[in-house]
């Protein structure tokens, strides 16, 4: 029988004929495998939503897409594409069924929110769906083959492939998500998958189906640049939202700049240092007597190194994951001395305030905040914002305008939204002119809502 | 009888005569009192010729340009060359910039000896007293451009409306001469002077354009007739010195109208008002006890007198400030919440303008650094204590401060890790850093709309 066997050489041979013969073949089902899987859990994301543009109410629809990633029914998907705004989420499942779904919470600045489906009707109607695996951002490097896959311009489970194109991109926006900041705490992966508007919230994936980023933007116009949250901040960011529907972050008021060409001149070692561009008036930064040009030795005892751009994110994470309210100790070199600050962290809060529309009046509006009025250089964060106002209606017809703040009704001053809509009511209930004080450029001007 | 029948009857044809000479017999004679004018902006890297028209107003060669012919921040030294010609004619004579009055907005130039015997001020003219009956035709001179000698053309219409702006204004239905110019009825009186002309809307309708609505402005000729009667008063305000100065400040800021609703609802039927939105901290306004919002009604016992538009009474009040003269006090009757007081105001000087600072180029650093003003204050929002650094003013493009991101009215508050406190510590530094051939970098604190960054600029 020995005999019968092939010299061990000729195994070795045949083995690795069978293997030049069999590995393709067995790469390509392991990837139809983990593709198929995927598919499986891609969704295409219709939402009904409030929008309180143009003086009014109104109804407006979006559609992008989503990934589920768990058994139980939980659909990653972007902040741009469902918001709290949101009055009906409607999914699509591979299968081409449509089941409800529920907003479990949102997270503008990593631009990402979590669904979860409707299980009751999914187990009415005895539908399926199978839930996306995560792959491992760490062991992405550029070059590397990926896939889009989502409902670009509402055209169902389509696939684009391209490559990762750089796997740490920074890229803030202030105004980003719907008016939201995004972006000032992770950074991104970039792709040239092509990426178009309805890919949001879909997953960027591996040769082998693995989700490793959620795509949300693109430079529209541009030729393939596109730009997806990695999985690692998704995984962590969905599992918080899960536990707590929001995200909260601590804010000190830093604004930091590059360091990078710097260090000579701040007379610093190499990769030393968090610049402080600036610091946000009154912040804990700027109360504790931080100020533009001072530079972070340390937070916490913990070295800072800002010396690119894409080193600015992870520190803004580390700032931001600090308990609110609780000390951090800076070490800072201003000029040639060293100094130690300790600054008490605050709870982060976005530019954009509550918004409403008061129908009688045509006028929609939202609330002033206190990263809306540092921005804008106002005094204090008192007022409402005029979102619109629609044509005819008395806030159009007194010479309301959008961007104007209002901060006085009759005597009454508006600091909060709150307070402009127990005037409304009262309004509602009982009509007459009333005399509104609205702040435009800096100019106070004076405007009679008529009913 | 007969001879006072005769004489009456001669006397009839002579006032016809006056009604009834031939236009182009007055045209010709009113081209003597008309200027094309030539001169150039300075800056640091260019010289750019303008070219206006300007009326003569006096016998020692002083002539009226409109406000508009010099943009406001050009500093009087940044001007160069002042060329004046008559219409039609290519030999020019010089001229000097006498500065802008600051209630009229005029620029006032004098133009050489030589040339004075030929021209013939507006004042020689007997002038139109009142107000034009709608439909009177009037007639201008226009003049075409440098390149065709300033050629005169005529210009005529009706009038079509008079309105308050808040200057007696009289808007004819089509062009009727070049703004800066005058305007006379038949008798060739001087009916007014055309204004710089207004926008019009229009619609576009091209191949890809359906219907999209534009505004034109014409810039050679103008339908806006100011009455004679709020301009000669006025020929008198020649500038004392090239700065336009002595001119009075209120030191209110963001003056804004009352509309009728607003007064109706304040129980002020029939009143007008201006409301003042900010005032300025250490303005006279400000020491006078004023408060931001209070309603100004009243002006040394005259009511605010009701206009339209609703913004031009703001204009208006304005313009009663600047009639006055640093020093001049006044009474505002005012209205604060529902109280109504009298508040007497002791007007001051206006704070140095942009065209007054002192500003100095740096031609290696490329860009011009300026004295930061009152009025930078007011842009960055700073108290007038903490008026520190110093203004960018211009910037080259291209230039190591252009590369490195600085802009036009940025805020310089530390060159090099130091503090500005003064102008001239700025000019000092930026001077060393700027005769210093090795040094290859320097470094700005910078300040723009509420965000510092810092800038590192790299010299070549």
Redesign the interface.
């Known amino acids: 029988m020995r005999d019968i066997q092939p010299p061990s050489i000729i195994r070795g041979l045949l083995l690795a004929a069978l293997a030049g013969l069999i590995l393709p073949v067995a790469a390509g089902a392991a990837m139809s495998r983990g593709f198929n899987r995927l598919l499986e859990a891609v969704v295409r994301i219709d939402v009904r939503e409030i929008e309180f543009e143009d003086g009014a109410r109104r109804f407006t629809g979006g559609i992008g897409s989503g990934v589920i990633i768990s058994a139980d029914g939980l659909i990653l998907t972007n902040a741009h594409v469902a918001s709290p705004q949101a009055v009906e989420i409607s999914v699509t499942l591979a299968s081409l069924e449509r089941v409800g779904a529920k907003l479990v919470g949102w997270d503008h600045w990593t631009d990402l929110a979590v669904l979860r489906l409707d299980l009751n009707e999914v187990r009415r109607r005895k539908l399926s769906f199978t839930s996306a695996e995560f792959g491992d951002t760490a062991e992405l490097y550029s070059g590397q083959t990926v896939f889009a896959v989502g409902t670009p311009y509402g055209l169902t489970r389509t696939i684009t492939r391209g490559i990762i194109s750089n796997n740490n991109r920074p890229f803030a926006d202030t105004q980003g998500v719907r008016g939201y900041e995004t972006g000032l705490f992770n950074t991104w992966l970039q792709t040239d998958a092509a990426i178009n508007p309805g890919n949001s919230g879909g997953p960027l994936v591996t040769e082998d189906g693995k989700v490793v980023g959620i795509n949300s933007r693109a430079y529209i116009g541009a030729e393939n640049l596109g730009f997806a949250i990695p999985a690692d901040i998704a995984q962590r960011v969905s599992a918080e939202l899960v536990r707590h529907g929001s995200i909260t972050r601590s804010y000190l008021g830093l604004?930091p700049?590059v360091l990078q060409?710097?260090e000579r001149?701040y007379a610093l070692e190499a990769n030393t240092g968090l610049?402080l561009?600036?610091v946000d008036?009154g912040s804990p930064a700027a109360r504790a007597g931080l100020r533009?040009?001072d530079v972070v030795l340390t937070l916490n005892g913990r070295k800072l190194d800002g010396r690119f751009p894409e080193q600015l994110p992870p520190i803004q994470q580390a700032i931001a994951s600090l308990p609110v309210g609780s000390p951090v100790a800076l070490e800072v070199k201003r000029?040639s001395q060293t100094l130690a600050f300790t600054v008490q962290t605050e709870k982060l809060e976005s530019r954009v305030g509550e918004e409403w529309a008061f129908e009688k009046w045509g006028l929609s509006v939202r609330q002033v905040t206190r990263a809306f009025a540092?921005?804008n250089?106002l005094a204090d964060q008192s007022g409402v914002i005029v979102l619109g106002v629609q044509p005819g209606y008395p806030a159009a017809e007194?010479?309301l305008e959008r961007g104007d703040i209002i901060t006085k009704v009759g005597?009454v001053p508006v600091r909060e939204l709150a307070g402009l809509k127990s005037i409304y009511e009262s309004f509602a209930a009982n009509p007459a002119?009333q005399?509104v004080?609205a702040l435009r450029?800096?100019?106070?001007?004076?405007?009679?809502i008529?009913p | 009888m007969r001879i006072f029948r005769v004489l009456f009857l001669l006397s009839a044809l002579a006032a016809l005569g006056a009604a009834a000479a031939p236009l182009p017999e007055l045209f010709n004679a009113r081209l003597k009192s008309v200027v094309g004018v030539e001169f150039f902006v300075q800056s640091e890297i260019d010289r750019q010729p303008v070219s206006v028209l300007g009326t003569v107003i006096d016998n020692q060669g002083t002539i009226i340009l409109p406000g508009a012919a010099i943009q406001p921040g050009v500093a009087p030294a940044q001007l160069r060359d002042f060329k004046v010609y008559r219409p039609g004619s290519t030999v020019p004579a010089n001229a000097e910039y006498l500065g802008q009055d600051a209630f009229t907005g005029w620029h006032f130039i004098r133009v050489e000896e030589k040339l004075r015997a030929e021209l013939v001020p507006i004042t020689a003219y007997p002038a139109l007293a009142g107000d034009p009956p709608v439909s009177e035709e009037w007639w201008g001179i226009g003049l075409r451009n440098k390149d065709e000698d300033f050629m005169p053309y005529f210009l005529s219409s009706r009038v079509a409306m008079l309105m308050k702006l808040p200057q007696k204004t009289a808007i004819l239905g089509s062009e009727v001469a070049g703004p800066g110019l005058p305007v006379f009825n038949a008798a060739g009186q001087f009916a007014g002077l055309a204004l710089t002309s207004f926008g019009q809307n229009f619609l576009v309708f091209s191949h890809n354009q359906n219907g999209s609505p534009i505004m034109l402005v014409n810039v050679e000729e103008s339908s806006a007739v100011m009455l004679a009667d709020e301009v000669l008063p006025y020929l008198g305000r020649v500038p004392q010195s090239v700065s336009g100065r002595p001119i009075p400040w209120l030191g209110a800021y963001g003056l804004q109208p009352m509309d009728p609703e607003v007064a109706k609802l304040l129980r002020l039927e029939n009143q007008s008002g201006v409301v003042l939105s900010d005032i300025l901290d250490g303005s006279p306004a400000d020491q006078a006890g004023l408060k931001d919002r209070d309603i100004v009604l009243a002006l040394d016992g005259q009511t605010l007198p009701r206009l339209k538009p609703d913004h031009i009474v703001a204009g208006w009040f304005g313009q009663q400030i600047l009639l006055r003269r640093p020093g001049d006090e006044l009474t505002l009757s005012i209205l604060r919440g529902t109280d109504r007081r009298e508040v007497r105001v002791r007007l001051g000087d206006e704070p140095k303008l942009v065209r007054e600072a002192d500003r100095h180029y740096f031609e290696r650093l490329g860009f011009t650094a300026r004295e930061f003003l009152y009025a930078d204050g007011l842009l960055h929002r700073v108290k007038p204590a903490d008026l520190r650094g110093v203004a960018v003013h211009f910037v080259k493009p291209g230039g190591p401060v252009a590369a490195a991101g600085l802009r036009p009215d940025d805020w310089i508050r530390e060159i090099d890790g130091t503090e500005i406190k003064t102008y001239a510590d700025a000019i000092a530094r930026l001077e060393a850093i700027e005769a210093d051939k090795d040094r290859s970098e320097f470094v700005l604190l910078v300040s723009r709309g509420g965000e510092t960054s810092v800038l590192r600029v790299k010299l070549i």
């Open positions: 604004v700049g060409d710097l001149f610049l561009n600036g008036p533009a040009g000029g540092r921005e250089q007194a010479g005597s002119p005399l004080e450029d800096r100019h106070i001007s004076l405007y009679v008529k």
